[in-house]
């Protein structure tokens, strides 16, 4: 999938990462070097950007990688620019294409239709010099950013080589979580953070993302206005390259940005009593912004022209069926990620629901555009047809003028018009498919869960899986659109972001100020139709919305096994785990009912190895089933203390599970190399070895030491690609899993009485809050328990068994 963000990185100073354009950006005076012969990497000052330096140093493959990308970076921009400008000033277009007869005697050469220099030079315009002035300067703004940052590369080289231990070679071969598990290690040798003796996978990631996560807070509780309705098109979610640059140099790291650094807010934003003198100075700011980006989008549209030119037009010649193919839109990367989620572990994700995503949307069809499909495909097909035979019968026909971009135009029609044809063979399956993308993507509006064969479903799920095509429309839009957004929409949402960045921002020892939602903390932001009532205290105001708080939480210990949450987010798992080994001892009973037996059955249709997992976990539920119902039979009936044996371990054989090409090779690998136990799957599988299974027929390249919580997993020497696979199903069981119980929480909301069904609707703020809903006494029926709903399927076992 080609990123069309490599453009606009030619433009933004800040970036770091070619590949990704989110990252802190770098500041300077960042390692303090008290004795470089006793300790060289004690009290770092700025930890925020070292471990960002230390992330990208490890996912952009070492110094050598680093430093010939950057300087390619430099290459390119100077290429499309000389290049743009000879093609403009140093052509002589009418004797190229023999509109002046330059010469009787001999056909035109190349040498012959360019002009002198000195005569190209008197043909530029002074628009074309101001232009050529602006990028000359800013090359050389470039050039001094690469030296001053190759400087930086060599020292987080020598951190790698000289602190963690891992060389260039060995670099290539490693896990981000190897590297983060080193540099836990030397925090507790040489002191990086003076404020904390040992630092935790989560404040790695807090220092990593910190920006990142209030970005995504942001975009959860639609804070930022990114959805607008248009005439014709209907609800529609805009959010550019440039638009995103130039919130977050607003936002975070810009001179007028509320954070004093990279790791504290200004201390005014944290008081009530400046609320509208701040809003004022940021809506102010914000217009100031966007009058720049005004002013300047002349510039900015002419390089967005050149480089889409430059960067696509032989592409799409190549490849006609590109601007047909889909990509992941800007707004979705925000929607769809979790909190403490760094970009290789997104990225996989993504990854992973790009075929799924794709066939959901192929299956949608129009017939009337399948109707002019085929015969504009016939009509253009065969003029292409007579054009190509005449090409053969005589090589010469191609000497006739515009054949060529006949015989081309008439190739892209039939090209595109063949692609909106569908195969005659493909099944109608829209909601096995979102299955399978929820299952990667994690994330789906409660309107969408049923109505995924619905036409309303497909075009806003389109506004996350966009077309390449719209994507490049919106780009080239960019420089127009984005003051109008900016002057418009974000400045009236001064007051609210003040009033978030003092609300949702909390202070952690040896980290800084953070996003509170990216403490994953489940009773201050959990949702109440996800977790359990008496698991959350959030108002509507205060919860992260379609379950951000608790899917974070469960991916973020999936991928950090070693990590311990505080007591209310390790209840919350322990409370998730228990019900699904209920769900999975009552399976047979009423499995439509079962979220986790439903959950299995989805994972079912995305492969053989799945569907293998699942029918084994369910035959050995069965299996319990039918040898407690001949127990019970025996001994005429349900004995009070009876209680039925846990789930043993799921039968992976070798081979059953197909292996995903990792993109990258081992540096994008999510979590450690041998799986997690924190997930549903190997908590089944622990369960088992308790008693008496072996989870070694499941991992075998894994030594468990204990069956507890507290479990850890020590790995060998040799990991198969099946246990990487593993990890993926995990995290996709989990989703699908914890969207099940919400759906079934949907059907079956109770709340205890009407006060607190009005605290839970009501939108409230700490400063709004003037007036506490008083409980109704008048009597309510009790709300079913999920513990009440487990004896009753037990009561029902028991019904039928003595029937």
């Not at 952009?60 to 390119?76: A, F, Y």
């Not at 009236?492 to 509170?516: M, P, Q, W």
């Not at 468990?704 to 990487?724: A, C, G, H, M």
Request: aromatic share 12%.
């Amino acid at each position: 999938m080609a990123d069309y963000e490599t453009g606009y990185q030619a433009l933004d100073m800040y970036s770091v990462d070619p590949d990704e354009h989110d990252e802190t950006p770098p500041t300077e005076n960042i390692v303090q070097l008290p004795d470089q012969n006793k300790a060289r990497w004690n009290h770092i000052e700025d930890l925020d950007e070292f471990f960002t330096r230390v992330y990208h140093y490890h996912q952009r493959s070492g110094i050598t990688c680093m430093v010939v990308q950057d300087g390619l970076q430099i290459l390119q921009f100077m290429f499309v620019v000389i290049f743009s400008t000879f093609l403009m000033t140093c052509v002589d277009y009418p004797v190229l294409f023999y509109d002046r007869i330059y010469n009787v005697t001999h056909k035109v050469t190349l040498q012959e239709a360019i002009y002198p220099l000195d005569k190209c030079a008197a043909r530029m315009d002074p628009i074309v010099i101001v232009c050529l002035l602006v990028a000359f300067f800013f090359w050389i703004f470039r050039v001094l950013k690469m030296i001053y940052m190759v400087f930086k590369y060599l020292e987080m080289h020598a951190f790698y080589t000289q602190a963690l231990k891992i060389s260039l070679a060995e670099l290539q071969n490693m896990t981000w979580h190897e590297v983060q598990r080193n540099l836990q290690e030397i925090q507790k040798e040489q002191q990086l953070c003076i404020h904390k003796n040992e630092l935790s996978q989560l404040d790695i990631y807090h220092r990593i993302l910190r920006f990142k996560n209030y970005m995504v807070a942001m975009v959860n509780k639609s804070l930022l206005p990114l959805k607008f309705t248009l005439p014709f098109v209907g609800e529609y979610r805009f959010l550019s390259t440039g638009l995103k640059f130039n919130l977050e140099f607003l936002l975070f790291w810009g001179p007028w940005s509320p954070f004093e650094n990279n790791w504290h807010l200004k201390a005014d934003y944290k008081n009530f009593h400046k609320r509208k003198e701040l809003a004022a100075q940021l809506s102010q700011r914000v217009l100031i912004v966007g009058l720049a980006n005004f002013l300047l989008s002349p510039l900015i549209f002419l390089w967005q022209i050149l480089y889409s030119f430059f960067r696509y037009a032989e592409v799409i010649k190549r490849e006609p069926a590109l601007l047909g193919s889909r990509k992941w839109s800007n707004y979705a990367r925000l929607y769809a990620r979790h909190f403490n989620e760094l970009d290789h572990e997104f990225n996989a994700r993504l990854n992973r629901a790009y075929k799924p995503a794709e066939r959901y949307m192929n299956t949608f069809i129009s017939p009337l555009l399948v109707i002019f499909a085929k015969y504009m495909s016939f009509f253009a097909g065969s003029i292409l047809a007579v054009l190509v035979i005449l090409t053969v019968v005589d090589e010469d026909f191609l000497a006739v003028k515009n054949i060529i971009g006949v015989m081309t135009v008439t190739g892209l029609i039939v090209t595109v018009c063949r692609s909106c044809i569908p195969d005659e063979h493909t099944v109608w399956r829209p909601e096995l498919l979102m299955k399978a993308v929820l299952a990667q993507l994690q994330y789906m509006p409660d309107s969408w869960k049923g109505n995924a064969h619905k036409f309303y479903v497909h075009d806003e799920f389109a506004s996350l899986f966009q077309y390449k095509m719209v994507f490049l429309v919106e780009e080239l839009l960019s420089p127009i659109v984005t003051p109008l957004i900016l002057c418009f929409s974000i400045r009236h949402k001064a007051l609210e972001i003040v009033d978030f960045y003092r609300n949702f921002t909390v202070e952690v020892v040896g980290v800084g100020d953070v996003c509170s939602f990216a403490q994953l903390d489940v009773r201050k932001h959990g949702h109440p139709q996800w977790a359990a009532e008496s698991q959350t205290e959030a108002n509507q105001y205060q919860q992260a919305e379609d379950g951000k708080t608790e899917l974070s939480l469960v991916h973020f210990t999936l991928t950090n096994p070693e990590w311990r949450p505080p007591e209310a987010c390790s209840m919350f798992i322990t409370n998730l785990k228990e019900q699904a080994h209920r769900e999975a001892e009552t399976m047979n009973l009423m499995p439509g009912e079962n979220a986790l037996f439903n959950s299995l059955q989805s994972m079912s249709s995305f492969g053989h190895g799945y569907s293998s997992m699942m029918s084994s976990v369910v035959q050995h539920s069965l299996m319990q089933r039918s040898s407690w119902q001949r127990s019970s039979m025996m001994t005429g009936g349900l004995g009070s203390g009876l209680r039925l044996p846990p789930l043993g371990p799921v039968s992976t054989a070798a081979g059953h599970l197909t292996p995903m090409v990792i993109r990258g090779g081992m540096k994008n690998v999510e979590g450690p190399l041998g799986g997690s136990t924190n997930g549903l799957l190997a908590s089944l599988q622990l369960s088992g070895a308790a008693d008496g299974g072996d989870v070694s027929e499941t991992f075998p390249s894994l030594n468990v030491t204990s069956p507890t919580s507290e479990q850890t997993l020590t790995p060998t020497r040799f990991y198969d690609e099946e246990e990487l696979e593993l990890m993926s199903a995990e995290m996709s069981l989990s989703a699908l899993y914890m969207h099940e119980v919400h759906r079934r929480r949907l059907r079956q909301t109770h709340y205890e009485n009407v006060g607190e069904a009005q605290a839970r609707a009501l939108w409230q703020t700490p400063e709004t809050i003037e007036e506490v809903v008083e409980e109704d006494a008048s009597p309510r029926p009790p709300a079913r328990s999920s513990e009440d709903e487990h004896q009753r399927l037990l009561d029902e076992g028991k019904r039928i068994v003595d029937v």
